[in-house]
Nanobody, 122 residues
Framework: QVQLVESGGGLVQAGGSLRLSCVASGSIFSINAMGWYRQAPGKQRELVATTTSGGSTNYADSVKGRFTISRDNAKNTVYLQMNSLKPEDTAVYYC????????????????WGQGTQVTVSS
């Protein structure tokens, strides 16, 4: 089995910063894309940022220039540095990873973390 564990959420004032971390562990041969998604109350889950094993990144327009995604492939860890936070960034943030579990299967499976709450006060 594969587990994703997020950390780093919390309460911060508008304009502040937070850094989220997500560690993947378990039956992992390799990981392709890793990313962060968020879900605010009453809204659908939306993409925040993703990164591939080769380092390519993709961001939602709403966070470009404020958030930075990075990863440590050796540690199976992805980070999200969030600066200039706004009240509209308030949401539960979820980590996602596309995991290849064995060397003899080329299938990738999507896993999610349990989520970490980020609250930005005005």
């Amino acid at each position: 089995q594969v587990q994703l564990v997020e950390s780093g959420g919390g309460l911060v004032q508008a304009g502040g910063s937070l850094r989220l971390s997500c560690v993947a562990s378990g039956s992992i041969f390799s990981i392709n894309a890793m990313g962060w998604y968020r879900q605010a109350p009453g809204k659908q889950r939306e993409l925040v940022a993703t990164t591939t094993s080769g380092g390519s990144t993709n961001y939602a327009d709403s966070v470009k220039g404020r958030f930075t995604i990075s990863r440590d492939n050796a540690k199976n860890t992805v980070y999200l540095q969030m600066n200039s936070l706004k009240p509209e960034d308030t949401a539960v943030y979820y980590c996602n990873a596309d995991v290849r579990k064995t060397s003899y299967s080329s299938n990738y499976w999507a896993y999610w973390g349990q989520g970490t709450q980020v609250t930005v006060s005005s």
